[in-house]
């Protein structure tokens, strides 16, 4: 084995944390939700949102004069940031989110942390190329690009797809959760598929 696989190998290893690396881990919950669950769920809904989203902007063109168009998703590079977006998290584990978004300066020391990470370790057995670009992709994932803003708002819509499982199960623990994720997805973000969604959610759920 060459010492380039090697090193691909040591990646692809520490990478598999994610499997174990639990979300939530102060609320109770049934069923085992992982961060590896929590970046392929992103990444699906990203993908069928992006795809829904592309088909709507082909209609409200063809439907036009031809003055404005609104530019389509790149639905590879939605699901590309989106199974990136956590990937620091296999070597820092998962924060909560009250945590490092209600403690100004605690979340700057965590973002600093986080970027030494991905700047210097995550990717280091990977070539050249390949490690900036994921780089690149990783620190972009959620930004003010649509496929970030996208990707940002199926970071919340994932964890309230997975609260709804628990609230299914009996679990009302997630009810709290529930509630913070469909109030930012309302405040934050305007995706007419997902609103849409959101409507249906709200009627059978609260």
Sequence with gaps: MSENSINILNFLRRTQALCYIERCSNTPHIRPYSVAQHSFYIALYAMIFADIENERILIERKNSDGSHYN???DTSEVMKKALLHDIEESLTGDILYPVH???KSFKETLDKV???CVDEEVFKELPKNVRKYYI???KT???TSKE???VACMDKFEILMFAIQELDMGNQ???IIYNNAVSIIEKEFSIPSVNEILVSIRSNYG
Excluded: P, V
Aim: hydrophobic share 35%; no cysteine.
């Design 71 to 73: 530019s389509l998703y």
């Design 101 to 103: 978004h209600e403690n």
């Design 114 to 116: 986080r970027k030494k």
């Design 136 to 138: 690149g992709l990783w």
């Design 141 to 143: 994932s959620k930004d």
């Design 148 to 150: 970030g803003i996208l």
């Design 173 to 175: 623990a997630f009810r």
